[in-house]
């Protein structure tokens, strides 16, 4: 019987082991494609998947903050293609996936709270002037938060960078301030080392481009 059960016990290990390493590739899959997406399209498929891989895995945070960060992704297309009619659904649809992520993750994590200020930073892009008060305010608040949690994390650098380098100088923004934002987030990203594999890595990339932007007006 001791045999059996020892069996049984094993056989369990076994299984929970390779759904696991079966998570963990989908994931770093799916993962890997944030990259490569360029259209609303395109991140509206990504969030599906990660959304539809929460629903199995539902102990887990980073299904439904890939999501939201996949829906904040195509929000910001958007944005740039002068879409900005629709940002407050956009919004809405990632601020229900971080909804789900924080209750999952446990306690405050500013990797959440930085998603949610870029959700409220869209939702005041539908209207600036008129939700400036509202809407960022709340993102300013969000920003914060993350940072006292965690302000070493690059990818705050990196969002702080982005809000000074494209906010006009009447109202405190400054381009060169801001690629030298983008310089300190940088090496920010440099000594970064993600918990996991899995965990949010995202950013380098896009300070990056940033800085390259800098180096062509100096030639």
Request: net charge positive; proline share 4%.
């Amino acid at each position: 019987m001791k045999k059996y059960l020892l069996s049984f016990a094993l056989v369990l290990i076994s299984l929970t082991a390779f759904a696991q390493t079966d998570y963990e590739k989908i994931m770093a899959e799916k993962i890997a494609k944030i990259e490569t997406c360029k259209t609303p399209e395109d991140f509206q498929t990504l969030s599906n998947d990660f959304q539809r891989i929460g629903s199995k895995e539902s102990s887990q945070w980073l299904p439904p903050y890939y999501a939201a960060f996949s829906q904040i992704q195509k929000g910001r297309v958007m944005m740039r293609n002068g879409n900005t009619q629709d940002l407050d659904g956009v919004a809405s649809q990632a601020e229900k996936y971080l909804g789900t992520a924080q209750s999952l993750a446990g306690g405050d994590n500013a990797e959440i709270h930085l998603l949610k200020k870029m959700a409220y930073s869209l939702r005041m892009m539908v209207n600036p002037q008129q939700r400036f008060m509202t809407d960022g305010a709340r993102a300013s608040e969000e920003l914060t938060r993350a940072e006292k949690l965690d302000p070493l994390n690059p990818r705050i650098a990196l969002i702080k960078a982005e809000d000074v380098y494209f906010t006009p100088e009447q109202y405190g923004g400054s381009k060169t301030k801001g690629i030298e934002m983008f310089k300190e987030a940088i090496a920010k990203f440099n000594t970064f080392k993600p918990k996991t594999s899995l965990d949010p890595n995202w950013g380098k990339r896009e300070a990056e481009y940033f800085m390259s932007l800098s180096t062509e007006n100096t030639k």
